[in-house]
């Protein structure tokens, strides 16, 4: 089993920051991919950036200049720093990793967090 602990949600006034970070522990052998996903009311779960093994980043459009991912490989852990939040950015915000639970090359982990609530409200 793998968990995953999120942190850093929370209300902020627009224009502010907020920084998210999760780190995973457990039955890990490798991991592919990290990300954070968010869900809005009435809306469907969303990607909003994920880092790769190699060290490469996707954004959703909607975020991009304004929200970094990152990742430190030896602690399994990630991170997603926010900045200039939007009160569209409200949402609860969860953590997300894929990879492997043991030397077989078939990816069979595939993990989420509880998620963390982020409010962007003045």
């Known amino acids: 089993q793998v968990q995953l602990v999120e942190s850093g949600g929370g209300l902020v006034q627009p224009g502010g920051s907020l920084r998210l970070s999760c780190a995973a522990s457990?039955?890990?052998?490798?991991?592919?991919?990290m990300g954070w996903y968010r869900q809005a009311p009435g809306k469907q779960r969303e990607l909003v950036a994920n880092i790769i093994s190699g060290g490469s980043t996707n954004y959703a459009d909607s975020v991009k200049g304004r929200f970094t991912i990152g990742r430190d490989n030896a602690k399994n852990s990630v991170y997603l720093q926010m900045n200039s939040l939007k009160p569209e950015d409200t949402a609860v915000y969860y953590c997300?990793?894929?990879?492997?639970?043991?030397?077989?090359?078939?990816?069979?982990?595939?993990?989420w967090g509880q998620g963390t609530q982020v409010t962007v409200s003045s």
């Open positions: 457990g039955s890990i052998f490798s991991i592919n991919e």
């Open positions: 997300n990793v894929v990879g492997r639970s043991s030397w077989r090359l078939t990816p069979d982990l595939n993990s």
